[in-house]
C-alpha cells in the first residue's frame, strides 16, 4: 500500500508542478527579455512565490533557519549539499535575495520548463571545456553584478550512504577569485521525498533549510583552497550530522 501511494502521490505531485509551471511560464517570459541584474531580481520574487504556493500544496513547507547570515547590500557564493531533485525547487527560491545557479545544459531543452530553467542559472555543458571555462567568468560576472550564487559543490546528487560526498573545487575557485565570503546552506529530507532508488515515487515531508554563518575569503589565494574547501566540507558534514 504504501508503495502505491508513494506512486500516485508522485504523479498527482508532477501534475501540479506542471500546471504551476504553466500558470507562471508567461510572467517569467516576459522577466526574462529583460536585461542583467533586472531580470534576475524581477525573478526571484516570481520563483518564490511559485514555490511558496506549490510546496505546501504537495505537503513539502519549506522551513528556514540562519537568514540573519545574510547581511544586507553584501553578496555570497551560497553552497548547499545535493541529495535529491527536489533541492532545485528548493535552494534558489528560498535564499534570501536574487541569485543564479550553476545548471546543466541538457535541462534546458525542455519545452517550457527549460526556458524558465534558463532564464534563472549560468548554464554549462560539462562535456565541452570551453563552456566549463566561460561558466567561470559567468559565474564571477554574477557576483559582480551584487547577486548571489548557489552552487552545489558535491557536483551531483548524493547517492551513497554518507552525509556529504566530496567536494569539487570550482565553488571554492570562485568564491576566491571573487573575494565573495560563502555561506554553507544544509537541506534536510529531500532525499527522503524523492530517494534516488525508487522510480517514480515519492513521499510528503516538511524540509528544512539552515543557513550557517558566512565564511570569509578576503584575502585568500589559491593556495588556500584546499584548506577552505575542508573547512567547509567539515562545517557542513558536523551540522548534517547534528541536525538530521
Excluded at 508542478?17 to 527579455?33: C, E, G, K, N, R
Excluded at 511559485?50 to 533557519?65: A, D, E, L, N, S
Excluded at 554549462?124 to 560576472?141: H, I, T
Aim: positive net charge; aromatic residues 10%.
Amino acid at each position: 500500500m504504501k508503495r502505491i501511494l508513494g506512486h500516485i502521490y508522485f504523479f498527482l505531485g508532477m501534475l501540479m508542478f506542471v500546471i504551476t509551471m504553466l500558470i507562471v511560464a508567461i510572467p517569467i517570459w516576459i522577466i526574462s527579455l529583460l536585461p542583467e541584474p533586472q531580470k534576475t531580481k524581477a525573478l526571484h520574487p516570481v520563483f518564490r512565490l511559485w514555490m511558496g504556493v506549490f510546496m505546501p500544496i504537495v505537503g513539502c513547507p519549506v522551513i528556514r533557519k540562519g537568514k540573519e547570515h545574510f547581511k544586507k547590500g553584501e553578496n555570497y557564493v551560497v553552497v548547499t549539499n545535493h541529495n535529491s531533485l527536489v533541492d532545485i525547487p528548493v535552494s534558489s527560491p528560498w535564499i534570501p535575495g536574487p541569485n543564479k545557479t550553476l545548471a546543466k545544459v541538457e535541462m534546458s531543452r525542455i519545452p517550457i520548463f527549460g526556458m524558465i530553467y534558463k532564464t534563472g542559472s549560468v548554464l554549462v555543458d560539462r562535456k565541452s571545456k570551453n563552456s566549463k571555462a566561460k561558466s567561470f567568468a559567468d559565474m564571477k560576472n554574477v557576483l559582480d553584478m551584487g547577486l548571489h550564487l548557489c552552487l552545489y559543490p558535491e557536483g551531483t546528487r548524493n547517492k551513497t550512504d554518507q552525509p556529504l560526498q566530496k567536494f569539487k573545487d570550482g565553488a571554492f575557485i570562485v568564491a576566491i577569485n571573487s573575494q565573495k565570503p560563502i555561506i554553507p546552506g544544509v537541506i534536510f529530507n529531500t532525499k527522503t521525498i524523492l530517494p534516488h532508488d525508487k522510480k517514480l515515487w515519492a513521499r510528503p515531508m516538511p524540509i528544512r533549510f539552515d543557513f550557517l554563518p558566512a565564511i570569509p575569503t578576503k584575502g585568500l589565494t589559491i593556495n588556500d583552497l584546499p584548506a577552505l574547501k575542508e573547512k567547509v566540507h567539515k562545517l557542513m558534514q558536523e551540522y548534517y550530522i547534528a541536525n538530521k
